[in-house]
Every structure is written in C-alpha cells, then in structure tokens.
C-alpha cells in the first residue's frame, strides 16, 4: 500500500462547502489550520468538537481524523499551513477573517503567523466534550468509572459520545493513542519497544498492528520514510 493512502490532503486555498452537506470521517496525515470566512459547519475531531461560524479558527494537528456537516447556508473557508513551530489553541475566533484570506493570498506563512494575536478562545462543557478531553490527557482512563462519576450509564456514555463524534470513546481512545505514537516514532529517536510501554501499549507487535490499521504502515516504515525527523517535529 501506497504511503499516504489512509490521510487526505488539505488544499490550501478558499473553499466553499455545500449547503447541508456531510464530509464522512476522514484522516490527515500533515498539520493544517481551518479559518471559516463565511457560512458555518460543525466539525468534531480528536481534539474536540465545533461549531463554526466566520471568524471561527481550527487547528488540525497531524494525524486528525474528523467528521464535518455544513449549515444550511454552506460554508466558505480557506486551509493554511501548521507551521510546526507555531502554537496556537486547537479552536478560537478572531475579529478579521478577510484580512487573514487576503495576506494568504501572497504569504501562507504569515497568514499562519499573523493568526496568533487575535485568538480568543471559548471553551465547551457538554459531558461528550469533557470526556473527549479528558481521553485526551489520559489514555489509560477507565470508561466506566468515569460514567459513574458523570452520573450516566455505560450506554448512555457510548451512545452519545457516539453521535456526537462519530465513534465509540473506546475508538476514539485507540485513536488518541495511536495518534501519539505515530508522532512519536517519526519525531523521537526512542525505540519502538520503547515507544510501545510509554503509549500504553501491550508491546511492539500491539504498536505495529495499531499503526497499520490507522495508516496502513507499520511504524518502521514511517520512521525509514520520514523526511522531518532531524528537523524536530509537532508537538505531542
């Protein structure tokens, strides 16, 4: 299999969305920023979920899997590139989209850049998004004694977390972790045994197998392959 095959390209320019559309599920395998200009669509990813409106800014980092559906106005926006030395909240809003639309028009980079200034951030606080974030930061987390302590059955917990992501919590956990490790093999110089115990893990073979079904690659293929590693990489 091809490298690449499992990720979609993100093509940076201005790009309109059909009204009431869906774009299923899909990977990238390179970092991209999202800047909504017009319209709005709800977006959830590993990193959260979104309503988007213009103004409304997006960082998707490498290896992001997400699930869009567009308003019933459509949506326009255009893709910029993560540079990876860039830190930016993963969603935020700022006053002036047009302006960033117009400097991308000459300079990507600074258009990127130029994002950092203006980023006001609101955070979400459904139950489905606290979990998401709380997998996030811990991918050991036990699913059922944090229903309990949310004060939902375990049903419950997989069927709206479900519907509103798009995946069961335990995929998306296997997806969290699987998404570390990928970064970790093409940006670190641990070994992949290594790699395996600190992402949780059963050993190498599990990581291998995990990897595939993500990328369609075995992570030694990644690490052979990858251009950016003694460039350092984004963060984890």
């Known amino acids: 299999m091809a490298a690449g095959a499992h990720f979609h390209s993100a093509a940076y320019r201005r790009e309109r969305l059909d009204a009431g559309s869906s774009i299923p599920r899909h990977r990238h395998r390179d970092g991209y920023i999202t800047v909504v200009l017009g319209g709005g669509y709800h977006e959830a990813g590993l990193d959260g979920r979104w309503d988007l409106e213009p103004g409304s800014v997006v960082v998707h980092r490498p290896y992001d899997a997400h699930v869009d559906h567009i308003g019933a106005s459509g949506a326009e926006l255009i893709n910029l590139p993560l540079p990876v030395d860039l830190c930016l909240p993963v969603a935020f809003t700022i006053a002036d989209p047009d302006a960033i639309a117009h400097l991308a028009e000459t300079d990507l980079q600074a258009a990127a850049a130029a994002l950092a200034p203006q980023a006001t951030v609101a955070a979400a606080s459904d139950w489905p998004d606290r979990l998401a974030a709380d997998l996030a930061r811990q991918t050991g987390l036990r699913l059922g004694d944090w ?88 963060p984890i």
Not at 159 to 174: E, N, Q, S, V, Y
Request: glycine share 10%; with cysteine; proline share 7%.
């Open 147 to 234: 229903a309990d302590a949310a004060g939902l059955a375990a049903e419950t917990l997989s069927r709206g977390f479900r519907l509103a992501f798009g995946l069961t919590p335990a995929r998306f956990r296997a997806e969290i972790r699987a998404r570390q490790a990928i970064i970790m093999v093409e940006h670190s110089d641990l070994g992949l045994a290594a790699i395996a115990a600190d992402c949780g893990y059963a050993d190498q073979p599990h990581l291998n197998r995990a990897l595939v079904e993500l990328t369609g690659l075995p992570p030694g293929t990644w690490r052979r392959s990858n251009p950016f590693k003694r460039r350092g990489g984004p």
